[in-house]
């Protein structure tokens, strides 16, 4: 069992003494306060009777009662001093063009300028004056005698020159052109040559490939192959027509010495003409390098 003691009862009345006080200390704080908030009311009650305007009654009680202190707004002031002059403003837009002045001045007088283009021909003028009498001329030459002696001088001017061509032709056979009875000239320097080229190198002599027309030609053209020791082509061809062989001008042929079994157009490939070193001739290749014998 436990037994309250004395101290204990003290203890506990002592607390009991103060919860009473402050409940009693609240109670009348609560009082000032309603009561201070009831004055408030009456004295707005008082203060602000007749006030009806709807906008009044939602501004602050302290505002509307003029308990803020703002007064109605005073009358416009007298004008202000100048102030002083401001910053200069940006460039303003172009103004419209204006009107055109008056006419200057003539001014000084400008360099020569460059020649103009050329005017067109003027009009023909007058007939001039009749000039001086010339100096007599020469003596006239119709002269039969005088013609007589021209005609002369020119003869002799010929035998000279076919005594010169007949030593000319002498010294050609010297140097191994040949001269055949019908008056060709056959020659060739060795030079071996395709066809085409063969016949270009006599055309760009003045000549043409021999084209053997008698014995007596075609041996001259066989004596160059023995000096050459090669087969020599002739003017002779089929390139045309195969199997109608023709010289070089196209004219059918007067004259052949055709070796035994030719012309065969061996391998359907042989429209040219040689002569052999033994004189007969064979059709070959066109394109093959002969020795070139040409005919003046
Ligand atoms: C003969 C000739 C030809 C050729 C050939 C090698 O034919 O007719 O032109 O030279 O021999 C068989
Ligand atoms: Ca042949």
């Not at 007064?71 to 004008?79: I, S, V």
């Amino acid at each position: 069992m436990h037994f309250l003691q004395r101290s204990d009862f003290n203890k506990d009345l002592k607390n009991s003494h103060s919860i009473t006080a402050v409940i009693w200390s609240f109670t009348m704080w609560v009082l000032n306060v309603f009561s201070m908030l009831l004055v408030a009311v009456v004295f707005q009650t008082i203060s602000c009777q007749g006030l009806t305007n709807a906008s009044d009654v939602c501004r602050p009680l302290s505002e509307i009662c003029g308990l803020s202190g703002k007064g109605e707004k005073g009358e416009k002031g007298e004008a202000g001093l100048r102030g002083s002059t401001g910053p200069i403003g940006k460039m303003g837009p172009q103004g419209a063009k204006g009107n055109i002045g008056p006419k200057g001045e003539k001014g000084d007088t400008g360099e020569r300028g460059m020649p103009g283009a050329q005017g067109s021909v003027g009009q023909k003028g007058a007939a001039g004056e009749k000039g001086n009498t010339g100096p007599k001329g020469d003596t006239g030459n119709m002269d039969a005698a005088y013609d007589m002696s021209r005609v002369i001088a020119l003869e002799n001017d010929l035998a000279d020159l076919k005594t010169v061509i007949g030593f000319a032709k002498q010294a050609l056979q010297l140097l191994g052109i040949k001269k055949t009875t019908s008056g060709k000239y056959i020659y060739s320097d060795g030079t071996n040559l395709p066809f085409s080229d063969a016949e270009a190198y006599c055309t760009n002599a003045n000549s043409a490939l021999i084209n053997p027309k008698t014995q007596e030609e075609n041996r001259a053209a066989q004596q160059f192959a023995k000096k050459y020791d090669s087969l020599a082509y002739l003017g002779v061809n089929d390139r045309m027509k195969e199997g109608t062989f023709v010289y070089q001008d196209g004219q059918r042929l007067t004259y052949t010495n055709w070796g035994s079994g030719e012309p065969n157009n061996y391998n359907n490939n042989e429209d040219c003409v040689t002569v052999s070193t033994d004189g007969e001739w064979n059709d070959v290749p066109c394109s093959l390098p002969y020795v070139v014998v040409c005919e003046f």
